[in-house]
């Protein structure tokens, strides 16, 4: 076999591999974005870094804590209401949005309906006249 036929087999074989990738990115249903409004979150992140920024500069932290089927969120208030925004990196059509209103300091939420695996947890609420936003990475 010459050097002329083995550059030809290299290029080829090159070629094939290229083909073969771009074929398997068109095919592929997900994807890689975690939000589809990711834009008009960009423009928003300010109100959110101030949020974040209460939750540090209030001390008002909660704490997540799972018990067999059940997550537990401890607030610092006992009043306080908003959203849980639960999504799955892995799978977006899985992602939840559940309202809450608090009475107490504990949130108690069973999660027996969950699929296993990771899952971001945003906790967006209000207590005292003021925005606070979590975030927590979780594991079923």
Request: hydrophobic share 40%.
């Amino acid at each position: 076999m010459n050097w002329g036929t083995k550059i030809f087999l290299i290029l080829a074989v090159f070629m094939l591999c290229i083909v073969a990738a771009g074929f398997y990115m068109v095919t592929q249903d997900t994807d890689s974005l975690e939000e589809d409004d990711y834009y008009e979150q960009g423009l928003n992140y300010d109100q959110a870094y101030e949020k974040k920024q209460n939750v540090l500069s209030m001390k008002e932290t909660p704490t997540v804590e799972l018990r067999k089927d059940t997550l537990y969120i401890h607030f610092v208030s006992k009043v306080n209401k908003g959203k849980l925004l639960f999504r799955k990196p892995s799978d977006s059509k899985l992602d939840r949005e559940l309202p809450f209103q608090t009475t107490g300091n504990v949130l108690a939420l069973p999660i027996s309906t969950f699929d296993k695996g990771m899952w971001n947890l945003y906790v967006d609420w209000k207590s005292e006249g003021k925005d606070f936003l979590f975030e927590e990475h979780i594991l079923f």
